[in-house]
């Protein structure tokens, strides 16, 4: 725009009409001007965005009546608060505006009091919040799905904990169990050494028969195995897959270190003295060639 040297600044900027329609187009939302009467609030003023966003054309919009953008209901929250915009010389509202073919659109109002010639108005903008809506129906729906998956999360991880005890249950029962028997065992083969010739050393031969047949390791490891795979179920293919010479009681070895089983545990349930532990975890440490530093169960814990 060329500015003439023969007129003042202030004439052109803040008497020009042109200045001030660019400056209330140029609001980011829409502009209002209303006229406060007994028989309603009329608008007077607004700018395009109002026109854009709310479908009605420019002569429809001078002194359009203000209930036609709500509902009724909506309306008299409105009435209300622009009752207070004259208590306090503004307020604000969130609420729908309804556009010429229906839509309802979420707007934030502002709006502020105005007395001209005894007459009483009031000037704002209004946001629409459609975009922030939908922000937050997606954080909401989000929140809700990320609840959704930590509650189902905490489901499997209260059963796999179940599960977890009960192997651990079940392994401390086989370890007493296996332990009593070999007590068992140990005390008749000294009855059996010192009463070589009696006629109970043959009850005693049968009794340790029974003794050493009452579950077969075999069996015992096939019910190890189907529990502790529930837990972890890709850990012996794992291993296996990295540590392909490992063999079958080396096997049994890794999984009771998985479960934090004890040198003492370990012992009984493999039958086998702790110098027995103590080579087991040597030539484990060799396959998997761990440095004297690395511990064996760290490495075991990340299959």
Known sequence: MTISKNKHYKDILFDSPNFNKKIIDSLPGIFYFYHVTKEGVFLKRWNKKHVTELGYSDQELLNISGSIFYTEKEFTRIKKTIEH??????????????????????????????????????????????????????????????????????????????????????????????????????????????????????NLKEIDNILSQNISKDKQWEIFKLRFKEIHPSFFNNLLEKYPNLTNSELKFCAYLRLNLSSNQIAALLNISKEGIRKARYRIRKKMDLDIKDSLEKCISKF
């Open 85 to 202: 915009i004259f208590i306090k010389g503004w307020n604000d509202i969130h609420t729908t505006l309804i556009t010429k073919v229906g839509k309802r659109i979420p707007y934030y109002l502002q709006g502020y009091a105005l007395h001209i010639d005894g007459e009483a108005y009031f000037m704002g903008v209004g946001i629409n919040m459609s975009k922030q809506h939908k922000l937050k129906k997606k954080l909401v729906q989000s929140e809700k799905q990320q609840l959704k998956e930590q509650l189902k999360k905490k489901e499997i991880d209260d059963l796999l904990n179940e599960k977890k005890r009960e192997l651990l249950t079940h392994v401390i029962s086989e370890t007493h169990t296996s332990q009593n028997i070999k007590n068992a065992r140990e005390k008749i083969n000294k009855l059996l050494t010192k009463y070589s010739e009696t006629d109970v050393c043959d």
